[in-house]
C-alpha cells in the first residue's frame, strides 16, 4: 500500500460547480499536508498548507483534514477553466514529502 | 509566496555530455533543497537531499556518482547529469523548504525539461 493515495482521474466537471478532491494516507507520522496545483510542463505551485485537523480556507479553496480517519481533502468552489490542472496532496513528518499520483482536473466552459 | 527560479528551463543535449542544472531561492536562504525527477503524466519521485555545507542524501536507486548535487550557498543547489543517455531525459524539478507551524511549506522552482539525444 502505498503512504498516499489518490485518485487519479481524470475528473471533469462543468464551470461553476464545486470540486472535490481526496486523498487517503497510512503514515501516521504525518504531521502536516499540502495540496499542489500543476500545469502541464510547470512546476508544482502551492496551494494550500494545513497542520491541524478541521478546515482551512483561502479564497475559493478550502482544506480539510481528518487525522482520526486519515483523510485530507481540497474543495474548489465556483471551479474556473483556469483550474483545469493536476491536484497533488502530499503529506510529510519532516521535511521529505511523499506525494500522491494526482488528479487531473479538467473544468469545463 | 516564495520564489524558486530554476535554470535552464529546458535543454537539449547530446548522450554522453554532461549538464548543469541550478536551482536558485530567490527571496530566502534554503539550507536544504530538493531535486525531483517526474516522468510523463506520473507523480514527483525525490532523488536526493541537497545540504548547504555537507553532502548530499540520495534515494535508493539514484546514481550519486550520475546525478552530482553542490549546495554552494544558501540560495543556490546544482544538480550535474553526468554522462547523460536518453533514459535520463525527464522533468527535473527543484524545492526548497520554509518552516511553517510545525511543518515546512514547500516551494517548487518550474522545472528544467531534459531531452538527451
Known amino acids: 500500500q502505498k503512504e498516499v493515495e489518490q485518485d487519479p482521474g481524470p475528473l471533469s466537471v462543468p464551470e461553476g460547480a464545486i470540486v472535490s478532491l481526496n486523498c487517503t494516507y497510512s503514515n501516521s507520522a504525518f504531521q502536516y499536508f499540502m495540496w499542489y496545483r500543476q500545469y502541464s510542463r510547470k512546476g508544482p505551485e502551492l496551494l494550500m498548507y494545513t497542520y491541524s485537523s478541521g478546515n482551512k480556507e483561502d479564497g475559493r479553496f478550502t482544506a480539510q483534514v481528518d487525522k482520526s480517519s486519515k483523510y485530507i481533502s481540497l474543495f474548489i468552489r465556483d471551479s474556473q477553466p483556469s483550474d483545469s490542472a493536476t491536484y497533488l496532496c502530499a503529506g510529510a513528518g519532516s521535511y521529505q514529502l511523499t506525494f500522491g499520483k494526482g488528479t487531473k482536473l479538467s473544468v469545463i466552459p | 509566496g516564495a520564489v524558486v527560479s530554476q535554470h535552464p528551463s529546458r535543454v537539449i543535449c547530446k548522450s554522453g555530455t554532461s549538464v548543469k542544472i541550478e536551482c536558485r531561492s530567490l527571496?530566502?536562504?534554503?539550507?536544504?533543497m530538493f531535486w525531483y525527477r517526474q516522468f510523463p503524466k506520473q507523480s514527483l519521485m525525490l532523488m536526493a537531499t541537497?545540504?548547504?555545507?555537507?553532502?548530499?542524501?540520495?534515494e535508493q536507486g539514484v546514481e550519486k556518482d550520475k546525478f552530482l548535487i553542490n549546495h554552494a550557498s544558501l540560495t543556490l543547489s546544482t544538480l550535474t547529469v553526468t554522462s547523460a543517455h536518453p533514459e535520463d531525459s525527464s522533468f527535473y524539478i527543484c524545492?526548497?523548504?520554509?518552516?511553517?507551524?510545525?511543518?515546512?511549506?514547500?516551494?517548487f522552482g518550474p522545472g528544467t525539461r531534459l531531452t538527451v539525444t
Open positions: 524545492s526548497a523548504p520554509i518552516a511553517q507551524g510545525v511543518g515546512y511549506e514547500q516551494y
Open positions: 541537497s545540504n548547504e555545507g555537507s553532502k548530499a542524501t540520495y
Open positions: 527571496d530566502f536562504q534554503a539550507t536544504t
